[in-house]
């Protein structure tokens, strides 16, 4: 069996591989560590923080579609505060890297959480901007390429830890919101955020969700992610985060032929309590197969 | 590590319209399980995703079977209706915290409403004591032998008055004015929430064993929430049915909503 | 069995049910026809028609996704003259409504299009504006409102028969789009067509369509049609035909209760030849079920 | 009217690695069938969705059944070679145009690369006259003692010199220098080309059946071009695979794309 090396390098913080979890379909990782050994994760990436405590929306929060599915958790979390108290110390336990995903409904909401972030012992912040900002009468951060780069710029200057921007597909234009963040200083891009969705109970006639619309994920979009990977890719120079609907190896070396350097697996934990490992060990099939020793050979080689 | 179980169907019948009785052979889970858990169930049909949560109805582990008992109301149970003998099951489990069977509890009340009943099964094995069961069905009772078998006494209505008392299970509970250490209830929420009342008036602790869609099942995605109060104070929080539940004590529950 | 009435009026034109086909799917009727009997359609939607005969891109065109499949056909089409000309005499020996889909790169070859169709026997005109502008650097049409309302005006302006646009759901949000075809004149909006898509063939390490990019469509989309003709629905005054991932009699209805009018269907009838009459059957059942006489009833009625 | 087939499998067998031979039953097909055409078969896994076009290799008028070999490329292929005898396969067809057969044509040369053999079965067994079978193949030869059977003489090349002449069918094709009234070739679209070029070497007519990705299969998506000479100018066009084809004369494929 060849050697292959799994490593990846993403804004200065060296991965034992690429695969991590979607932020807000992994928890902080406790439950799921009854599944797999965590020890084996590139980085967990932990549900949303914010500034306060959030309760999110009322249920229900899911309903399942053709290949997909749909959540309005709203961003349901305990506060930073807890975070920082409970988290950091059990996933320290662990061989592995902390990414911190971070939610704020205002500039100044995300620099708090960013700022108390400053002396925890996490490796990278992931800028959750599919958020709406409630000071610009609810629009998302992420569809707005000046938003995006005041937010990112207001968030980098009070960073400890490199700082990566996480985008929502629900814009025309991926390519412009990428640059955005990377001229407001992001040292690495993730993408995608949940496409928004709608279900409908025919037989109730009600929205499935009891917030009506919800965020839309899971194998079913894989080829918009994709797409989004592969022209953000092209336009920037960052380390881009890839996913949207992997389920196996294979499909996370597809993001990883269309640019990117590390892959998150989200809705596929639900299906599959084993998913990350199966990627993990998916990509190391392949790398094998076609004896690539470094995923570097391989990467936006479309 | 816990993981993925492929549990072989060795018995799959329908017991009443639309209400089928599953036995698994399923050594893993049935090693843990406690009553009131359910199962994580994949049912395949196109385009299908997410598992469905199915309480456990029993547990034998002398043979190393779990049965479920479950109805068909969209295209997952419809999926796993027409699965055969010998297939196998792809699920995780046992999930949730179950029923407390206090020590002391000698005088049991148990409600079952409708697809509410088969998780009282198993519960109704386990308690000691005076067992009294309350069952509400629209018209077609379902386990009613079974738990007499097992001890219980049996009170049923049915809707439509085809078998027991027409009404509700509320109407044949209220008659009763009993008195008891415990009750346990499973059934849809309306009911759950009259029993919620009845316990507070006649001062009884009960458990409510709540339902809700799930994604995870192990409360990871926090997607199940159930409205609870905060105990220190006058503030509420979302608790995870899957992880926190489904059985809550039916006062902590935020019903009005 | 309840007498139930499918009956539907989009924009003046009085279909039988509201079941037609999704442009480009269903080529002029004449191959399905041999599956199908096209009398029972409510209308047949035709492939996009161009000024010009269109070669179209080089194959691959089709790729299979989760759920999902992406085609970049690129438009092929015979031109108008011959449609007028072998088209609409096939079709006119069936009783159903004819629409044309109309596809062109500048606002000259739409108008041209529909010049041309304005003595012909067709019934509705829809309107394709995903289209890229090539007098406009190539951005699509239908992604910008100023865009959106001088095309629709300008087309409106020659048109002989009622006018649908047919939005792109490639746009941040929708509802500026669809309020500017109202603006332009439009007679009803249909919405949506496909979503930008991409799939990489791993062992081959390219992009598995030639095109790189292409349409994605099919059940997989579905949350996402649904969400932006809810949004429509509720946006706008005109008659709206809702498309996406339509592949039962369930899957029509929950489009019914967001908003729509009429709904088409696409990518299923590659799946299933006698798809779109599985769909009239569908929602005809559901409406005996329920005792719903009249569409009417429920529509938009969440 | 047309309509979807289920088609039941009554033999199932891995001829060769990863190729296999599938019998349906499958009347409605049988009776309209034509040599070289397809038929367009739906697999099941999670989240398929469009049918594969794969070719009638054997079409038995007697005894109703369709006979298809096929190699296992992809999720489709695999979903397939792990159906049982007894299930049901659904399917559309038989579709595309088939191979025409000249009434006074009397030698002919059939050409099959690896997995493109299988439809040239049913020619052969249809053709009058002499018939030489030029096959070649990566390694593991195919149905050749089924062509021997049918009456051609066959000559069978593999690239690892395994059986047969070491190298590809163009080698043992050229060798022979044999003149004829009619050329019928399947295979990767390289080998395809060859034949197109040797063919008109030749001056013999040549047919080539083509692949490309499908939706549809009818004719109706324009999903599976070929790029094609216009007879009447120096202009092209995309003509449909499906339904123009698969197959096409040589020389009306522009190659060179
Ligand atoms: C902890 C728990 C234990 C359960 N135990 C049992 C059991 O023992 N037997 C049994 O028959 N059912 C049980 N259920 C309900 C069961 O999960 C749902 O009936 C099932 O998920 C429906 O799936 P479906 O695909 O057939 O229906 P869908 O097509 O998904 O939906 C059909 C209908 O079911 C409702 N529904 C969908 N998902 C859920 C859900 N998770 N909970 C409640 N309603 C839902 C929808 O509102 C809809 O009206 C339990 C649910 C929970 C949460
Ligand atoms: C008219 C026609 C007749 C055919 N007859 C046969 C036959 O008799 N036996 C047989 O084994 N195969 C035949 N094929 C090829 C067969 O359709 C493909 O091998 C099959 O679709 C692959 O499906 P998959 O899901 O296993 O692979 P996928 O996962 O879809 O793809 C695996 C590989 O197969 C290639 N591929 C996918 N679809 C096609 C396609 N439609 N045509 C060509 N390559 C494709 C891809 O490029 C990829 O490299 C025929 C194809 C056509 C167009
Ligand atoms: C239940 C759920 C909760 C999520 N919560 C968050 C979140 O807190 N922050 C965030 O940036 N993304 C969140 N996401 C988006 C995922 O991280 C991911 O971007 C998306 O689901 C696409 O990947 P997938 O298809 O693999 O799930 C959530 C997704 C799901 C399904
Ligand atoms: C192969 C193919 C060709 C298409 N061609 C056209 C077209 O010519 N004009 C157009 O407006 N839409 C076209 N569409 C989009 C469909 O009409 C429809 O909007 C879209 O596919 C979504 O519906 P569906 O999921 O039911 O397929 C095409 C779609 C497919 C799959
Ligand atoms: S289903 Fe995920 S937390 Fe309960
Ligand atoms: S596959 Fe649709 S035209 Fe050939």
């Known amino acids: 069996m060849t050697k292959v090396n799994m490593k990846v390098n993403i804004a200065g913080v060296e991965l034992k591989n690429p695969v991590m979890t979607a932020s807000g379909t992994f928890g902080s990782g406790r439950e799921y560590g009854e599944y797999v050994d965590l020890n084996q994760l590139g980085a967990v990436v932990v549900k949303g923080v914010a500034n306060e405590p959030w309760k999110g929306n009322p249920s229900p929060r899911i309903a399942e579609t053709y290949g997909g599915m749909l959540n309005s958790v709203g961003l349901q979390n305990p506060g930073v505060d807890e975070f920082i108290e409970k988290d950091i110390p059990f996933l320290r336990q662990y061989n592995t890297k902390i990414i911190v995903n971070i939610a704020g409904r205002t500039i100044e909401d995300y620099c708090e959480v960013v700022k108390k972030l400053g002396d925890a012992d996490v490796d990278l912040l992931e800028l959750n901007i599919s958020c709406p900002n409630v000071k610009a009468g ?20 009070v960073a400890k830890q490199p700082l990566i921007v996480k985008l929502t597909p629900n814009v025309t234009d991926i390519v412009p919101i990428a640059k955005a963040a990377v001229a407001g200083g992001a040292d690495g891009i993730s993408l995608i955020n949940t496409l928004l969705g709608m279900a409908i109970d025919i037989h ?12 839309f994920s899971g194998p079913a979009i894989k080829p918009v992610a994709l797409r989004m990977v592969y022209q953000v890719a092209n336009a920037v120079d960052v380390p881009i985060i890839g996913m949207g609907g992997i389920m196996t190896g294979e499909d996370a070396v ?24 199966d990627v993990i060990e998916g990509i190391q099939g392949y790398m094998e197969q076609y004896s690539i020793k470094d995923l570097k050979e391989i990467r936006g080689s479309l | 590590m816990k993981s993925t179980c492929y549990a072989r169907i060795i018995e799959h019948i329908e017991i009443a319209p639309d209400m089928y009785k599953m036995v698994l052979s399923a050594e893993e889970i049935v090693k843990s399980a406690k009553v009131g858990q359910f199962v994580n169930i994949h049912c395949k049909y196109p385009g299908s995703l997410l598992p469905r949560p199915i309480s456990i109805c029993e547990i034998d582990p002398e043979f190393n079977t779990l049965t479920l008992v479950y109805a068909v109301l969209g295209k997952g149970t419809k999926a796993l209706s027409q699965m055969m003998v010998g297939e196998e099951v792809e699920m995780i489990g046992p999930l949730g915290n179950g029923f407390m069977i206090p020590e002391d509890a000698k005088d049991h009340i148990v409600i079952g409403g409708g697809i509410g009943t088969p998780p009282l099964l198993e519960l109704v094995k386990q308690l000691k004591g005076n067992i009294e069961v309350y069952l509400g069905f629209r018209c077609h009772p379902i386990l009613v032998k079974t738990f007499e078998k097992y001890g219980a006494k049996v009170y049923v209505a049915t809707e439509d008055g085809s078998v027991g008392t027409k009404g509700n299970v509320m109407d044949i509970l209220k008659e009763r004015k009993h ?19 009845w316990a507070a008036e006649q001062e009884i602790k009960a458990q409510v064993s709540m339902e809700e869609r799930m994604a995870c099942g192990i409360g990871a995605c926090v997607g199940c929430t159930c409205k609870t109060k905060k105990k220190q104070d006058q503030d509420w929080q979302n608790k995870r049915v899957c992880k926190d539940g489904p059985v809550f004590w039916s006062d902590e529950v935020i019903w009005d909503d």
């Open chain 1, 138 to 157: 609810g629009v998302c951060f992420g569809t707005d390429p000046f938003m995006v780069e005041e937010v990112t710029k207001a968030v980098k200057k």
């Open chain 1, 204 to 215: 109730k006639r009600k929205p499935i969700l009891a917030n009506v619309m919800g965020g």
């Open chain 1, 254 to 277: 597809e993001f990883i032929l269309a640019g990117a350097s590390g892959v998150a697996v989200g809705t596929a934990n639900f299906i599959n309590p084993r998913a990350t490992i």
């Open chain 2, 179 to 197: 008195k008891a250490d415990m009750i346990y209830s499973c059934g849809p929420k309306s009911m759950l929430w009259a029993v919620a009342k």
